[in-house]
């Protein structure tokens, strides 16, 4: 049975997932990240994250949302007039549903990387909108698995589920541990060749025949601008570069990491 219940008080303790601005506190306290949209609502239940709430827009309960509110039956749907939905999120309320979901617990990277053969590992990469876009390429160009430093953002912040399109839900990660370069041991020790991404002489392309006839093989990101460390680049087995033209030096980091996934045939 549905449980809808109209918004009267946008004080309301039951919306601080939606109206706490510090995704930190509400991942460190409360153990929950918010998804918004229908469609990566969808994929994140697919994948097996329980929702605590929904907030929607009157019209995607009845409409867009009803098979996600149909299949999550007892979850409190809370909702209001749009104008009511963006005074208490503070934007614009345009993807017409939210919801606040548990966060499973953290896997550890020996399971991340079972079975893995081409896994991406970001360094220090803060920008959101970054990780996502990451994430995105490695869903759709077939990498296995994500591994991030500590120094990373958090792939389940809004910002990142949003540009992710979902994907964050869909390929494997966790975190890393270790200072540079001692993550770069921990994945020789698990069987793969590390490719640092960096601009350097030496560098091959990443569609270097060498590369491809790697059984396991991790590809390195670093952060924009200072890249990645010299320690890492120096520990890794590999270091590559995308050939550039026009005076251009590089390009950002989320669309290099597609072109490197693409390369590398990471779907094969």
Known sequence: MQDIREITDTGAPELLPYTDTSELRLKNELGIFVAESPKV??????????????LAVRKYIGGQADDIIARCEGVPVYTAPPETLEKLTGFRFTQGIMSAMRRKPLAEPSAVLSGARRIAVLENIMNQTNVGAIFRSAAALGADAVLLTRGC???????????????????????????????????????????AMALRGSSIRPDDPRLKAE??????????GDGLSDASVKAADYTVKIPMARGIDSLNVAAASAVAFFCLDAGE
């Open 41 to 54: 609502i969808r994929t994140a239940l697919d994948s097996g994250y329980e929702p605590l709430s929904f």
């Open 153 to 195: 953002s958090d792939p389940l912040f809004r910002r990142t589920v949003r540009v992710s399109m979902g994907a964050v839900f869909r390929v494997p990660w966790t975190f890393i541990d270790g200072d540079t370069p001692a993550y770069i041991h921990t994945l020789r020790n698990a069987g793969f060749a590390t490719a």
């Open 215 to 224: 059984k396991r093989l991790a590809l390195i990101f670093g952060t924009e």
